[in-house]
C-alpha cells in the first residue's frame, strides 16, 4: 500500500473550514452535529444522509474527509510510535508490543518501530508556510534533498496545476449562488480573480503557489501549498461541475500523485 501524502495542520484546519462553511452556506440544520475534531467530521459526513444537503456539497464534503482521514493516517502512525517507545521505555517486552498488533516475533516488532522511525523522521505536520518561513527554513534534509533531485518532474506538476488554475480563474463561470432559470441557465460569475465558492485564503495560496515556481524556491512548504490549492480548488461548485476528463482534474490528481511519491520516499 502507498504512503499518502503528508497534510499539515494547515491543511487539516482548511479541510473542516470548507465542511463548516458549506454547512453554513446551505444553513444545514444539523451542523450542530458537525464536530471539529477530524474522526467526528468524518463520521459525520459519512452519516449525514442526503436530506437537505445538494450534491455538490456531499460530494466535497467527501473530498475534504479524505484529506482529514490522510491527517488521522500519519497521526495514528505517530500514536503508534510513541506507545511502542513508551512500551519498551515502561518494561514491556518485545513480545508483550507486539501482541495486539498481530506480531508474532521480537524482530518483527523492532522492524516496525524502524519503519515508523523511518517514516516520521521529517514528519512535520505543523509546516511552516510562509514565504520568510520557508527561506530560514531551508535546511538541506532528505525532503528537500528528494524535492532537488525530482526539481523537472515537481516543476512540471506545478505548472500544470497553475495553468489550469489561472486558466479557470479567467473563463465565465456561472455563479451557484444564484438561482437558475427555468431553462436550466444560470447567470455569470465575476470572479475577479477569485473562483466562486472557494475558501478566503485560496487565493493567495495560489499566489504563494506561483511567486515560488517563478522564483524556483521550490522547498517541503511548496508541496504543502500545493495540496492546500488542490483542496480548495477541487472542493467549488465549478470544478465539481466539470467533466472529470477536464485538464484540470488532470493537474489536481497528477499533484497529489506527486506529493504521494514525496511522502513515501522520504
Excluded: K
Aim: hydrophobic fraction near 40%.
Amino acid at each position: 500500500m502507498a504512503t499518502p501524502p503528508r497534510i499539515t495542520a494547515a491543511e487539516r484546519d482548511a479541510a473542516l473550514a470548507r465542511i463548516a462553511r458549506r454547512h453554513a452556506r446551505i444553513d444545514d440544520v444539523r451542523r450542530s452535529e458537525l464536530g471539529s475534531e477530524p474522526r467526528d467530521v468524518i463520521a459525520y459526513v459519512l452519516g449525514r444522509g442526503p436530506a437537505g444537503v445538494p450534491r455538490w456539497v456531499a460530494a466535497a464534503d467527501h473530498a475534504d474527509a479524505l484529506v482529514l482521514m490522510t491527517w488521522c493516517w500519519w497521526a495514528d502512525r505517530r500514536t503508534e510510535r510513541r506507545l511502542l517507545r513508551q512500551g519498551r521505555h515502561l518494561g514491556l517486552s518485545l513480545a508483550e508490543l507486539g501482541a495486539p498488533l498481530g506480531i508474532t516475533s521480537r524482530q518483527g516488532v523492532q522492524d516496525r518501530l524502524d519503519r515508523l522511525d523511518a517514516l516520521l523522521e521529517y514528519d512535520r505536520p505543523d509546516e511552516q508556510l510562509t514565504r520568510t518561513a520557508r527561506r530560514e527554513a531551508r535546511n538541506r534534509d532528505a525532503r528537500q534533498v528528494w524535492i532537488d533531485r525530482n526539481r523537472d518532474a515537481v516543476r512540471a506538476v506545478l505548472a500544470g496545476l497553475l495553468a489550469q488554475a489561472h486558466r479557470l480563474l479567467d473563463t465565465d463561470l456561472p455563479d451557484t449562488d444564484l438561482p437558475a432559470a427555468p431553462d436550466g441557465h444560470r447567470p455569470r460569475a465575476d470572479t475577479n480573480g477569485h473562483l466562486p465558492g472557494a475558501g478566503p485564503g485560496a487565493g493567495d495560496w495560489l499566489d504563494e503557489l506561483a511567486a515560488d515556481y517563478d522564483s524556483d524556491a521550490l522547498s517541503p512548504a511548496t508541496l504543502a501549498v500545493a495540496g492546500l490549492v488542490a483542496a480548495e480548488l477541487r472542493t467549488t461548485p465549478a470544478v465539481l461541475a466539470l467533466d472529470p476528463r477536464h485538464r484540470l482534474h488532470t493537474a489536481l490528481r497528477e499533484v497529489e500523485a506527486l506529493r504521494a511519491r514525496y511522502a513515501g520516499a522520504v
